[in-house]
């Protein structure tokens, strides 16, 4: 009757008010969403370009080494050895888990590559007590790692590499000395 119809009424306000607010609140919910995961893919490529400027700047580290020599000290710089290490491994895992920034990571490692002294002039001075020195040639570690790095590309890298024609072009670099049986393999084409 009329009180039943009046208390259906009263009871189905409620749920179209509420049913109303779920209206006008997805859209804003959608964009907000919208705007929060393109906020968060800004602020994870901001940290992506941070970790390979950090990582370039590695590259070229170097330390200054006292040396005693006689009476007195000498001192020199010289590449650091671990920070350069890091920094190629370091770029190795940010192109590992960002296929997006891949291709750029292995044109700086190649680039390094051939921009890089010879493997063979790597150089380490050496003091005598009489205070002059000697310039011995070592066989530099980055070539080798990073020759190892590009031999343990994913096969997701190298489809992507297929795809966008990236080619590694080593014609300018000097490889005496670098081991590839255990490395390259038929990766670098």
Do not use: C
């Not at 170097?62 to 020599?69: A, F, M």
């Amino acid at each position: 009757t009329n009180t039943d119809h009046l208390w259906q009424i009263i009871l189905a306000i409620p749920v179209l008010i509420a049913a109303l607010a779920g209206l006008i609140t997805l859209p804003v919910t959608l964009i907000r969403l919208h705007y929060t995961r393109r906020q968060t893919l800004a602020e994870e490529e901001g940290l992506i370009t941070d970790r390979i400027n950090a990582a370039v700047l590695w590259l070229g580290s170097e330390k200054i080494v006292k040396v005693t020599v006689g009476d007195g000290t000498a001192e020199h710089t010289e590449p650091n050895i671990e920070v350069r290490i890091g920094a190629i491994l370091a770029l190795e895992r940010i192109a590992k888990n960002n296929l997006d920034v891949h291709l750029q990571i292995m044109e700086l490692l190649l680039t390094y590559v051939q921009n890089h002294p010879h493997p063979n002039e790597e150089r380490q001075v050496q003091y005598k007590k009489n205070g002059s020195f000697v310039i011995q040639l070592l066989v530099s570690p980055y070539i080798q790692i990073i020759a190892d790095v590009f031999a343990r590309r994913t096969p997701d890298q190298i489809a992507f590499e297929i795809k966008n024609e990236f080619r590694f072009d080593m014609s300018r670099a000097n490889l005496r000395g670098v081991r590839f049986e255990n490395s390259l393999g038929n990766k670098i084409s």
